[in-house]
């Protein structure tokens, strides 16, 4: 079995069983770019090597030599010679890019022998010492396991020693002795010498980057990040490009464009006489691009020209790395950039106006769920603001938040529901946990591609990094910027787009679609077929879901309008009344206000239908807690409180407790409620269709549809259905006006759903309640679900993901496909929409569209989400 495949044997298609990095490589090399010639170890052998419990497959380490004499004949070098050695970098390299997670050896090869061949060859012994102490630092921390700082105590040392800033301008003789210090060190932490044979040396290492696949860092970015672990990672073995090599060497990375905004435009970063990863490390504050056409014109433009050439090639953004040997450019990796919301829009809307793609590819392309970060609030541009400093600004969005300076912390504070922001001198893979759960990370060293800015962009996270006016001290957990000193737990804001960092809380604002966004949707409407409608319960909700494209409203809670301030007592006298006489009289004095309600979101909405859920919780919800009753009708008590009061609080106890319910969730709610107390749903519907008729008589287009919640049966809905229509005949009778009348129904029990055909007959449109469709197939209540166990069945894979997110297609998502059939097969033209929490979600959407409903509601905010991944599943 092949094994091992040469970059000229491979190609960009083969990233499954080369990885990203060396299906890239092998591109690279076949278009005719200069890479430094290598092979990749497979994917496969991965697999192999964890399923025979940590040995090689056969063959493969034969398969290795094998090419590795390849690359000496190409090179001219030879693996261990001690006249004219090759070294190679050993790369590790997965399916998706995991930036930073996996690990790296650069110039494996050199021992006490060859590096003295190094010395010779280069006329370069500082080079050469600089080389030996990066690979054996890398190589013990990697592949031995020895602790990174034992060798940076060393060279911090010896830097203090010297009175220099950075590791260049560490002298050959100096670094010759750095090397036998870290020999020292290997030798006092592992109790073996620094191994000197390059073939147990690539051996190892090899090993190491099948074994990284699995470190806690791999494991936990693959978890928040939804990569699955059989995946599995390839081995690239490449031969070394130097960039330490003197004034006319160096390494950086670039994106063909801006990763933070999208702008058309060369973005990258580079150091003169460095190697590998030390742009991204920020061991020095690198250059800006743009400064290697003063450096280095004619490697600067044969750059420019080899970045275009492979955006056309892979039609896309790419993240650069290269290295300069000598003034010979060497390219070393290409990849899809990783890229903001914002950018991730105008790079798609440019580069169909630029012919490169086409509008559907476009589409395709914008990860909806990526798309919440432009739908969050940012800082109102009007608000005074102290601004402490500024920074890069690495990845936009604002936030506010405590100030904490460790990840372990910035974890726990934000599970115990505080807003964080982790502010760092820089970060590292290690800080991963708490870079997920802070609001925003501040770092006060690194440029645009350090490990900070480029997790963040990932995250979506706003994020400021080089940041050097904040002096952090980690030992007193405080910052000073100037003359101020801000503690741990202390607000501050930061503002990702611009750099700004802020003083304290900071006012925001809804956000609104830029033109890249709306021109995305407006491709992506041409396209999907599903409607897209939002769940509204105020004017002001519907007014916003419009604006974002809403063709409709799904779903109009009506209890919220019974919850405010000024309702409630009405209500409460409601639910108190002993008599139908009291009922009716309190439900009178509700007419007016729920008429109000429903006249502001119908107009808001008008030509669009709107539709009204008759109420669904169980009354006592709007009753005090029975708990909270008790303690205060005994405080009133001890001390001598008003008899009056404490008469009516006894009396509102003993409604409460009489209305108690053993499992409310399953108890006397939906039209339950409207079968026992037909006034309550009465009221309901005169208020819609009295406000309905008064917007005709103004000349607005009201589209109310009336929705009847949790239906087990038919007759339950010919019962209510009859009513209501009822009703709306009066009230057309009465006001002379000519009403649309649609009832329908929601599909949240089983029950419902397998009598579907019976159902229709009374129903004009289904509305899968999704939520709660949830809780009573899977029989979870969902906030005792989610609080207490759901999560052993998500570790347990039982269930693949929390049902309440992403729909449960195979259970519920089959209730709601026999609905939809039973549903189409009563009444041909009966409208099919969803309006549980699944309508924003976009693997819900998709499972939406396949089943073909007319429509998906989710909020507001989601709308452009969902139009977006409905144009996804229709393509
Ligand atoms: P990561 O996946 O973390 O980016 P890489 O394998 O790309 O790790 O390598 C880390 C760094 O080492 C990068 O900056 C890369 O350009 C550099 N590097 C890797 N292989 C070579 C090589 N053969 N010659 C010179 N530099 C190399
Ligand atoms: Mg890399
Ligand atoms: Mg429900």
Same mark, same amino acid.
């Given at each position: 079995?092949?094994?091992?495949?040469?970059?000229?044997?491979?190609?960009?298609?083969?990233?499954?069983?080369l990885?990203?990095?060396?299906?890239?490589?092998?591109?690279?090399?076949?278009?005719?770019?200069p890479?430094?010639?290598?092979?990749?170890?497979?994917?496969?052998?991965?697999?192999?090597?964890?399923?025979?419990?940590?040995?090689?497959?056969?063959g493969?380490?034969g398969?290795?030599?094998?090419?590795?004499?390849?690359?000496?004949?190409?090179?001219?070098?030879?693996?261990?010679?001690?006249?004219?050695?090759?070294l190679?970098?050993?790369?590790?390299?997965?399916?998706?890019?995991?930036?930073?997670?996996?690990?790296t050896?650069?110039?494996?090869?050199?021992?006490?022998?060859?590096?003295q061949?190094?010395?010779?060859?280069?006329?370069?012994?500082?080079?050469?010492?600089?080389?030996?102490?990066?690979?054996?630092?890398?190589?013990?921390?990697?592949?031995?396991?020895?602790?990174?700082?034992?060798?940076?105590?060393?060279?911090?040392?010896?830097k203090?020693?010297?009175?220099?800033?950075?590791?260049?301008?560490?002298?050959?003789?100096?670094?010759?002795?750095?090397?036998?210090?870290?020999?020292?060190?290997v030798?006092?932490e592992?109790?073996?010498?620094?191994?000197?044979?390059?073939?147990?040396?690539?051996?190892?290492?090899?090993?190491?980057?099948?074994s990284?696949?699995?470190?806690?860092?791999?494991?936990?970015?693959?978890k928040?990040?939804?990569?699955?672990?059989?995946?599995?990672t390839?081995?690239n073995?490449?031969?070394?490009?130097?960039?330490?090599?003197?004034?006319?060497?160096?390494?950086g990375?670039?994106?063909?464009?801006?990763?933070?905004?999208?702008?058309?435009?060369?973005y990258?970063?580079?150091?003169?006489?460095?190697?590998?990863?030390d742009?991204?490390?920020?061991?020095?504050?690198?250059?800006?691009?743009?400064?290697?056409?003063?450096?280095?014109?004619?490697?600067?433009?044969?750059?420019?020209?080899?970045?275009?050439?492979?955006e056309k090639?892979?039609?896309?953004?790419?993240?650069i790395?290269?290295?300069?040997?000598?003034?010979?450019?060497?390219?070393?990796?290409?990849?899809?950039?990783?890229?903001?919301?914002?950018?991730?829009?105008?790079?798609?809307?440019?580069?169909?106006n630029?012919?490169?793609?086409?509008?559907n590819?476009a589409?395709?392309?914008?990860?909806p769920?990526?798309l919440?970060?432009?739908?969050?609030?940012r800082?109102?541009?009007?608000?005074?603001?102290?601004?402490?400093?500024?920074?890069?600004?690495?990845s936009?969005?604002?936030?506010?938040?405590?100030?904490v300076?460790?990840?372990?912390?910035?974890?726990?504070?934000a599970?115990?529901?505080?807003?964080?922001?982790?502010?760092?001198?820089e970060t590292?893979?290690?800080?991963?946990?708490?870079?997920?759960?802070a609001?925003?990370i501040?770092?006060s060293?690194?440029?645009?591609?350090?490990?900070?800015?480029?997790?963040?962009?990932?995250?979506?996270k706003?994020?400021?990094?080089?940041?050097?006016?904040?002096?952090?001290?980690?030992?007193?957990?405080?910052?000073a910027?100037g003359?101020?000193?801000?503690?741990?737990?202390?607000?501050?804001s930061?503002?990702?787009?611009?750099?700004?960092?802020?003083?304290?809380?900071?006012?925001?604002?809804?956000?609104?679609?830029?033109?890249?966004?709306v021109?995305?949707?407006?491709?992506?409407?041409?396209i999907?077929?599903?409607?897209?409608?939002?769940?509204?319960?105020?004017?002001?909700?519907?007014e916003?879901?419009?604006?974002?494209?809403?063709?409709?409203?799904?779903?109009?809670?009506?209890?919220?309008m019974?919850?405010?301030q000024?309702?409630?007592?009405?209500?409460?006298?409601?639910i108190?009344?002993d008599?139908? *006489? @009291?009922?009716?009289?309190?439900?009178?004095?509700? $007419? +007016?206000?729920?008429q !109000?309600?429903?006249?502001? /979101?119908?107009? =808001?909405?008008?030509?669009?239908?709107?539709?009204?859920?008759?109420?669904?919780?169980?009354?006592?919800?709007?009753?005090?807690?029975?708990?909270d009753?008790?303690?205060?009708?005994?405080?009133?008590?001890?001390?001598?409180?008003d008899?009056?009061?404490?008469?009516?609080?006894?009396?509102?106890?003993?409604?409460?407790?009489?209305?108690?319910?053993?499992?409310?969730?399953?108890?006397?709610?939906?039209?339950?409620?409207?079968?026992?107390?037909p006034?309550?749903?009465?009221?309901?519907?005169?208020?819609?269709?009295?406000?309905?008729?008064?917007?005709i008589?103004?000349?607005v287009?009201?589209?109310?549809e009336?929705?009847?919640?949790?239906?087990i049966?038919?007759?339950?809905?010919?019962?209510?259905?009859?009513?209501a229509?009822?009703?709306? *005949? @009066?009230?057309?009778v009465?006001?002379?006006v000519d $009403? +649309?009348?649609s009832i !329908?129904t929601?599909?949240? /029990?089983?029950? =419902?759903?397998l009598t579907?055909?019976?159902?229709?007959?009374?129903?004009?449109?289904?509305?899968?309640?999704?939520?709660?469709?949830?809780?009573?197939?899977?029989?979870?209540?969902?906030?005792?679900?989610e609080g207490?166990?759901?999560?052993?069945?998500?570790?347990?894979?039982?269930?693949?993901?929390?049902?309440?997110?992403?729909?449960?297609?195979?259970?519920?998502?089959?209730l709601?496909?026999?609905?939809?059939?039973?549903?189409?097969?009563?009444?041909?033209?009966?409208?099919?929409?969803?309006c549980?929490?699944?309508g924003?979600?976009?693997?819900?959407?998709?499972?939406?569209h396949?089943?073909?409903?007319?429509?998906?509601?989710?909020?507001?905010?989601?709308?452009?989400?969902?139009?977006?991944?409905?144009a996804?599943?229709?393509?």
């Amino acid at each position: 079995k092949k094994y091992v495949y040469l970059f000229k044997e491979g190609n960009a298609d083969m990233r499954s069983l080369l990885g990203g990095k060396g299906a890239g490589l092998a591109e690279m090399s076949n278009i005719g770019l200069p890479v430094p010639p290598g092979f990749t170890i497979t994917t496969e052998a991965c697999n192999e090597y964890y399923e025979s419990g940590l040995d090689f497959p056969e063959g493969m380490l034969g398969q290795v030599w094998a090419s590795l004499k390849v690359i000496e004949d190409q090179t001219g070098k030879e693996f261990g010679s001690p006249t004219n050695p090759l070294l190679v970098s050993v790369r590790s390299g997965a399916v998706f890019s995991m930036p930073g997670m996996m690990d790296t050896v650069l110039n494996l090869g050199l021992n006490d022998t060859t590096v003295q061949a190094l010395v010779a060859n280069s006329q370069d012994e500082r080079f050469a010492m600089d080389c030996y102490r990066r690979f054996i630092q890398m190589f013990s921390d990697i592949v031995m396991g020895i602790e990174h700082y034992e060798f940076e105590n060393v060279l911090v040392n010896t830097k203090e020693t010297l009175g220099v800033k950075y590791d260049n301008e560490i002298d050959a003789a100096t670094m010759r002795g750095v090397v036998e210090e870290f020999k020292k060190v290997v030798k006092r932490e592992s109790g073996r010498e620094f191994p000197q044979d390059p073939k147990e040396q690539l051996v190892m290492a090899i090993k190491a980057v099948f074994s990284s696949w699995n470190n806690d860092r791999a494991i936990y970015y693959r978890k928040i990040n939804n990569i699955p672990g059989h995946l599995g990672t390839a081995v690239n073995v490449q031969s070394m490009a130097f960039g330490n090599m003197g004034g006319d060497c160096g390494t950086g990375v670039a994106f063909t464009r801006n990763p933070s905004t999208g702008e058309k435009a060369l973005y990258g970063e580079y150091l003169i006489n460095a190697q590998g990863e030390d742009v991204v490390a920020g061991i020095r504050t690198p250059q800006p691009i743009s400064k290697l056409k003063e450096e280095m014109p004619a490697v600067f433009q044969q750059f420019v020209d080899t970045c275009l050439l492979l955006e056309k090639h892979y039609k896309d953004m790419q993240d650069i790395e290269f290295t300069i040997e000598r003034g010979k450019l060497y390219m070393l990796q290409t990849r899809t950039g990783k890229r903001t919301a914002p950018a991730a829009l105008r790079i798609a809307v440019e580069m169909v106006n630029e012919g490169l793609i086409d509008k559907n590819t476009a589409v395709q392309r914008i990860d909806p769920a990526q798309l919440d970060q432009l739908l969050h609030r940012r800082i109102d541009p009007n608000a005074s603001v102290e601004v402490l400093a500024k920074g890069l600004p690495a990845s936009p969005g604002a936030a506010s938040g405590k100030v904490v300076f460790s990840a372990d912390e910035a974890e726990q504070m934000a599970d115990d529901g505080e807003k964080v922001i982790l502010v760092r001198m820089e970060t590292t893979p290690d800080d991963i946990h708490g870079m997920v759960k802070a609001q925003a990370i501040l770092t006060s060293r690194g440029g645009m591609t350090s490990h900070a800015a480029v997790v963040a962009r990932g995250m979506g996270k706003p994020c400021i990094c080089g940041c050097e006016a904040i002096k952090i001290d980690y030992a007193k957990e405080e910052f000073a910027v100037g003359s101020r000193v801000f503690k741990k737990g202390e607000l501050i804001s930061v503002d990702g787009g611009t750099g700004r960092v802020i003083a304290g809380e900071i006012p925001m604002i809804d956000p609104e679609l830029n033109d890249d966004f709306v021109t995305m949707l407006y491709w992506a409407d041409e396209i999907r077929t599903l409607g897209v409608r939002a769940n509204a319960d105020t004017p002001e909700d519907a007014e916003k879901a419009r604006a974002f494209g809403a063709e409709g409203i799904g779903l109009t809670r009506t209890e919220h309008m019974f919850m405010a301030q000024d309702r409630l007592p009405v209500v409460q006298q409601m639910i108190m009344s002993d008599t139908l *006489e @009291e009922r009716e009289a309190a439900l009178a004095k509700l $007419l +007016p206000m729920q008429q !109000g309600d429903f006249y502001g /979101i119908l107009k =808001a909405m008008q030509g669009l239908p709107v539709t009204i859920r008759l109420l669904d919780p169980p009354l006592h919800e709007f009753l005090p807690n029975i708990e909270d009753l008790m303690v205060e009708i005994t405080t009133l008590k001890l001390t001598n409180g008003d008899p009056e009061v404490i008469k009516k609080k006894e009396t509102i106890l003993k409604k409460a407790r009489a209305l108690h319910e053993f499992n409310p969730m399953l108890g006397h709610r939906g039209c339950r409620l409207g079968i026992s107390n037909p006034e309550i749903y009465a009221m309901q519907v005169k208020a819609i269709f009295y406000a309905t008729a008064q917007l005709i008589k103004e000349g607005v287009d009201a589209k109310p549809e009336v929705m009847i919640p949790l239906v087990i049966h038919a007759k339950e809905l010919q019962v209510l259905r009859d009513q209501a229509a009822a009703i709306a *005949e @009066e009230i057309k009778v009465e006001t002379g006006v000519d $009403l +649309p009348v649609s009832i !329908g129904t929601m599909i949240e /029990i089983p029950r =419902a759903a397998l009598t579907a055909d019976e159902v229709a007959e009374y129903a004009e449109f289904f509305s899968f309640g999704t939520n709660d469709l949830t809780q009573t197939t899977l029989g979870f209540s969902r906030d005792d679900a989610e609080g207490k166990f759901m999560h052993y069945y998500i570790e347990k894979k039982i269930l693949e993901e929390n049902p309440f997110v992403s729909i449960d297609q195979t259970g519920v998502g089959k209730l709601v496909n026999i609905a939809c059939e039973l549903g189409r097969k009563a009444r041909p033209n009966i409208k099919l929409g969803i309006c549980g929490e699944h309508g924003g979600e976009p693997r819900s959407i998709e499972f939406c569209h396949n089943t073909g409903l007319t429509y998906v509601s989710c909020s507001p905010f989601r709308v452009p989400i969902a139009r977006l991944a409905a144009a996804q599943a229709a393509a």
